[in-house]
């Protein structure tokens, strides 16, 4: 039951980024479609800074979302809810920032790309019962580790 309750936390967490996104989304499409949006060149040393920024936090974000819940090693339910909500929060937030710099230089197609990886790396955050206990289950020492 509690294990239950953990997983539709979580999910207020992922289903969240998902409507914050939709929400950036439609709110940079506005602006943009206003005829006196005038957007950044992404040519320009403010526009090639943002997209350092934005190459930077996503390759940074990502991997260690995803992979900061083998470093702690949640053994209660209260540690798991806390680094499963921290993994959702940093790759999901990647999202709504690649999708806002995409419209803020004008469709630009790399941006997008960043957007879609950055998709994908929250498609597995989806919290679930099933990676719930197999993040929690006690590492067996006899077991072989590569």
Known sequence: MEEEKVI???NLYYYGIMVFTLIILGAMYYLTSRP???PVSPME?????LQYVAIGLTLVA???GLYQIKWRKPDTLEKYKEAASVRICMVGMTMPMNITMYYLFGCYKPMMWLAAMSAIAWYFTKPTLGKMEQEMKPKDPNAEDY
């Open 45 to 49: 040393q403010v526009g090639m800074i």
């Open 36 to 38: 006196d949006f005038e």
């Open 8 to 10: 539709k936390t979580l």
């Open 62 to 64: 990502i991997p260690f």
